[in-house]
């Protein structure tokens, strides 16, 4: 059966362990984690190493780790030392990672639409990472983000068996403003993840499944065609971020609409 999963960041105030151990509590089978600080700066491979240790201590599943999507991959893009620098950072935590058991990895293609157009020297850094990815023996999943034309440009030239499709629902609404499911139709057959949330049409709100204007009945549709990947919710608690009340009610309802959408995509298998 898929596995039920929520980012660890679903928009509490406490401390890691606290939120991720909330988050098994609540019924979750694993969450996901991202390589960025606060203040929007770069995990170290401290950091990552510690959060993936802390998670196996207390028994929370890593599903997969996000990439840092900050400014910093948009110098893949460029002509310049710094783009094969990032590239081997990228490598080097997936590495350092895949030492410590994680399989899925998932990466934006670039950092909001600033950013230079496609290339042939951005394609052999990606294909690089991609190549890493199938010596260690890892998946990694390109999410549809901002710049349709980049992730376009990668999903359609990268050659590797390691290197699929992450479908994030809330991005294709609000940043793609494209039909609820339609990049199934495209890259359905790549599916390696999913981030699925909601939103009102015009922001990325990360909102739960079904507080928005998604179609979910169609999503799930094209899910159920694709190959099986496990349901994971991209989502941010509003209100107070203090109130462990609060908390534990959001993480309830969370998986409740998890299990729903599991039920829908079973449903159309
Ligand atoms: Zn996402």
């Not at 690089?128 to 890892?138: H, L, Q, T, Y």
């Not at 998946?139 to 901002?146: A, C, D, F, K, Q």
């Amino acid at each position: 059966m898929r596995e039920l999963c929520i980012r660890a960041n679903y928009g509490y105030s406490g401390r890691y362990v606290e939120r991720i151990t909330l988050a098994k509590d609540a019924g979750f089978d694993s969450v996901f984690i991202s390589m960025r600080r606060a203040g929007k700066r770069l995990a170290t491979f401290d950091n990552i190493c510690q959060a993936i240790d802390l998670a196996k201590e207390n028994g929370v599943k890593l599903e997969f780790l996000h990439m840092p999507n900050l400014k910093e991959i948009n110098s893949i893009w460029q002509v310049g030392d710094m783009g094969d620098i990032y590239t081997d950072y990228l490598i080097g935590m997936i590495s350092h990672s895949r030492l410590l058991g994680v399989k899925k990895f998932c990466l934006h293609t670039c950092y909001k639409r600033e950013v230079d157009a496609p290339s042939e020297l951005a394609l052999r850094r990606f294909q690089r990472i991609a190549n890493a990815c199938e010596r260690f023996g890892c998946v990694l999943g390109i999410e549809n983000t901002e710049s349709r034309l980049h992730d376009e440009f990668v999903l359609d030239n990268l050659d590797s068996k390691a290197v699929g499709f992450c479908y994030d629902s809330g991005h294709e609404m609000a940043l793609y403003h494209a039909k609820c499911g339609s990049l199934l139709d495209k890259y359905g057959d790549k599916l390696v993840l999913v981030h699925l949330h909601d939103n009102m049409g015009e922001h990325d709100d990360h909102l739960l499944p079904f507080d928005g204007v998604l179609d979910w009945d169609k999503i799930t549709t094209k899910l159920a065609k694709c190959p099986d990947v496990n349901v994971v919710l991209e989502v941010k608690k509003q209100g107070d971020p203090d109130s462990l009340d609060e908390t534990k009610q959001y993480l309830a309802t969370a998986l409740d609409r998890a299990k729903k959408l599991r039920s829908m995509i079973e449903a159309k298998k």
